[in-house]
């Protein structure tokens, strides 16, 4: 029992290591919009092209498009590493991301 323990606790630090290094971007409108985002969900940076600025509602559809790139994009680097340490025995689609 003592060994599970242990390799839970392996895993628990590699996921941390793992969501700490994971980071990706998602771009919008022909990279007008792009954002950056970190394996912990959080959004680390936003870049806006000042020509997206003339029309404010498709500035706002653009952060919201290229967030969500970002945020699936850090999700697939994330769940690639989880099936890598897993040797595939989790199959693709069971992952909550």
Known sequence: MGALGGMMGGL???MAEVKEKARAEGTAGGGLVKVVAAGDLQIVSVSIDPKA???RELLEDLVR???NDAL???QKQIAAV???MFGGLIPPGMLPF
Do not use: H, L, R
């Open 12 to 14: 628990q630090a590699k």
């Open 53 to 55: 600025m003339a029309d």
């Open 65 to 67: 498009a290229a967030t």
């Open 72 to 74: 699936v994009a850090v």
């Open 82 to 84: 989880i099936q890598q």
